[in-house]
């Protein structure tokens, strides 16, 4: 009687375990399907009731066809299928592949998982026991290692996020620190695995979702960050556009009240026949008609905000300012990065003529867009020691390094977005950019 009350009760216990794993995996494909595919509904709701149901079929699935390995791959995989096809986007032959990826992935993460369990740490006999008898362990561990590919796939083929050092430390810092603690409880606890040690194991694996999503939830606040600065940019150029015109609108207002008296002065040169006096008089009208207004104006939006904006905090500090701008085509780049290349060019050329003598404050800029190709050139003179390279970057003359000196280095990381190339020159206390993108 106390044998079968352990039995069941060890079978309630792996049923639940079970589960919380089924939901683990379902939400470890859930994250690879909506990057590759997308969904086709909003609601959270909808997406819980589809996953829902395919959760119970595989329950039925795993009770009719237990002794039917093969059936019982067949009958997960046509379900599976199912349920990507009603709850997310894409071609058939893209989902068929992804289907076949995640079974790739999971087989593999099985295999390793099997490798790490029977790696010597206990007799023989102790392992096969423990494969036997314990495998919710196992379980977990492959569950881990399948959701550490997946987010290494992710990576590769989407990119949505261009990945540093430590992005790809905390990437696998969690996973593998979840897989080496769930390895100590099989090892530490090998002929006694109970509940705790697998729920404790269970919830550890959980967290690793909790966690993906919190990085995520992270990069689109950065992201919302960037384009919300942007916003404020161009609104603060469009801002500064309005207040040029209003005032040139103000001037040929004021000009057109006075045409009378302007007639009146003109028609008085010509009949004391002061030839010399009209034509100053005259010239000096039509300059005042001409004089330019210092807008940039080249259609692209994201393109003239950045301009206008920085160029009127160049000019803010007395700056000379010599633009060459030629757009022949649409500029594909997209905003954000446009704001990324243009806006810490001319800070750091804006932060360095700041330093110099009214005379030597003299920036030129030069944007190409032609055919395939965006060629941006900046030049900008400093004072001095000669700028030090370090692996290709350049250090930044301030004194608390971990804040400061990140704009080239952003610059660097666009350009090489889009497989273009950066040249930089420091010669004679002249700084001379290059930078040449493929659209």
């Not at 740490?121 to 495998?135: G, N």
Request: a positive charge; aromatic letters at 12%.
């Amino acid at each position: 009687m106390v044998l079968k009350y352990r039995w069941r009760r060890k079978y309630m216990e792996t049923q639940v375990l079970t589960c919380i794993m089924d939901i683990f995996f379902i939400g470890t494909q859930h994250i690879l399907y909506k990057q590759f595919l997308g969904k086709k509904y909003k609601s959270k709701l909808l997406l819980t009731a589809g996953w829902s149901m395919c959760f119970l079929f595989w329950k039925t699935g795993g009770n009719l066809f237990a002794g039917y390995k093969s059936l019982l791959y067949l009958y997960a995989w046509s379900v599976n299928f199912v349920t990507l096809c009603t709850l997310y986007r894409g071609h058939i032959k893209v989902k068929v592949i992804l289907m076949n990826c995640v079974a790739a992935l999971k087989f593999a993460a099985e295999g390793i998982a099997a490798f790490f369990l029977i790696f010597p740490a206990v007799s023989a006999r102790e392992r096969h026991l423990a494969l036997i008898l314990y495998p919710g362990v196992r379980n977990i561990i492959s569950q881990l290692f399948f959701f550490l590919f997946v987010e290494i796939v992710l990576v590769i083929f989407v990119k949505q996020i261009q990945m540093k050092s430590a992005d790809w430390f905390e990437l696998f810092l969690v996973p593998i620190g979840s897989m080496i603690i769930c390895y100590a409880i099989w090892e530490n606890t090998c002929q006694h695995i109970g509940l705790s040690q697998e729920l404790a194991a269970a919830v550890l694996a959980v967290l690793n979702l909790q966690a993906y999503y919190e990085h995520q939830k992270l990069w689109t606040y950065v992201k919302k960050d960037k384009e919300n600065e942007l916003a404020r940019q161009q609104n603060e150029s469009f801002r500064l556009q309005y207040k040029k015109f209003k005032e040139r609108w103000k001037k040929l207002c004021i000009l057109r009240h006075n045409m009378a008296n302007h007639y009146a002065l003109e028609m008085g040169y010509l009949e004391k026949g002061q030839y010399d006096m009209l034509l100053e008089y005259c010239g000096e009208r039509l300059e005042e008609i001409k004089k330019p207004i210092h807008i940039i104006n080249t259609g692209s939006i994201g393109l003239d905000s950045i301009l206008n904006y920085k160029l009127e905090t160049a000019r803010k500090y007395q700056i000379k300012v010599e633009c060459q701008i030629d757009i022949e085509k649409e500029v594909t780049v997209s905003d954000i990065d446009l704001n990324i290349l243009i806006g810490n060019l001319l800070d750091n050329a804006i932060e360095a003529l700041t330093e110099l003598e009214g005379d030597k404050r003299k920036l030129h800029l030069a944007i190409k867009a032609e055919q395939a190709t965006f060629l941006l050139k900046a030049s900008n003179p400093y004072e001095g020691y000669r700028v030090k390279k370090y692996r290709g970057n350049f250090l930044t003359n301030k004194e608390d390094k971990r804040i400061h000196g990140w704009g080239l280095k952003e610059v660097k990381r666009v350009v090489k977005k889009y497989h273009g190339k950066m040249i930089i020159h420091t010669e004679n206390g002249e700084f001379n950019v290059r930078i040449v993108i493929y659209m």
